[in-house]
């Protein structure tokens, strides 16, 4: 999209990280913890940290098929990692994304576990191949 572009003529930093928050987002909703869901029980994801790598230029009117894999999970205190990667249009990777987060309460503003009934929705979340499970 024309707001996506920068003056370099290409897709601007930002708009990357924008993809991937949607990717998880149309993921998770897809799996049935909709936005609705996180509002219902008063739990929403945040970041820590996100890693960018970009590969190639992604220009104008673009399409991109961007990846969802969680890539570690900590049963203890809920703190996830995924990956995603951004292919061009043509199957060229743009960029690969990481980030870390955890649940958060957003009412109490403290980090959270999710709810029982959430745990068999999470486990279909796509695996990367070198996925880790923490349970300290």
Known sequence: MW???????????????DFCA??????????GLSLKEFSK????PILF???L???KEIGLDERVKVTVEISKYNKKNARFSFRHEIFKENGV????VV???????IVARKLTHVPEEWLPILE???????YEEVAE
């Open 53 to 55: 790598s970009y590969f």
């Open 22 to 31: 949607q990717a998880r987002s149309n993921m998770l909703n897809q799996m």
């Open 124 to 130: 279909k979340i796509p695996r990367t191949a070198d």
């Open 49 to 51: 940290r996100e890693e």
């Open 99 to 105: 980030v870390d987060g955890a649940w958060m309460d």
């Open 93 to 96: 990777r743009a960029a690969l």
């Open 41 to 44: 029980k008063k739990i929403g």
């Open 3 to 17: 707001s996506q572009i920068d003056a370099n003529m290409h897709v601007r930093h930002s708009a990357y990280a």
